[in-house]
């Protein structure tokens, strides 16, 4: 994928692409990685946005979903990383866990169905 953008009626969230990483293990190291400011301000760009773009990703089968619009999904599942730190640890990883460092995630077959 070149530099990704996002479809147009989600271009105003373009600042937030820094986020959108293909795989499960990418988003759980950005969001190790990012402050809580950052998280909270990725929080509360797509809070309200949820619901739009879920109606608009769930045009496609995800099988099928086209390569413009992976980094609105990648997105929307960072949000998710996000508002674990921001609703439930109050800071960017869980508390009285593992370092990340000590941890693998496997891919998952949504991340199989979106290969190139």
């Known amino acids: ?19 959108a ?3 499960e293990d990418a988003r759980m190291r950005r969001r190790l990685a990012a402050s809580m400011d950052e998280l909270t301000g990725l929080y509360r760009a797509l809070v309200g946005e949820l619901p739009a773009i879920a ?3 769930d ?3 995800l099988a099928e ?6 980094p609105l ?3 929307a599942l960072s949000f998710m990383e ?14 009285h866990a593992t370092t990340a460092e000590s941890m693998v995630v496997f891919p998952g077959r949504a991340e ?5």
């Open 112 to 116: 199989e169905l979106l290969s190139p």
């Open 55 to 57: 109606a608009h990703l």
């Open 65 to 70: 979903l086209p390569a413009e619009q992976k």
């Open 21 to 23: 990483l293909p795989s």
């Open 82 to 95: 996000a508002a674990m730190a921001v609703e439930a640890f109050h800071q960017p990883g869980p508390p």
């Open 59 to 61: 045009q496609w089968p």
């Open 1 to 19: 994928m070149s530099a990704a953008t996002l479809p147009a009626p989600f271009a105003h969230l373009d600042p937030w692409l820094p986020f």
């Open 73 to 75: 999904l990648y997105l």
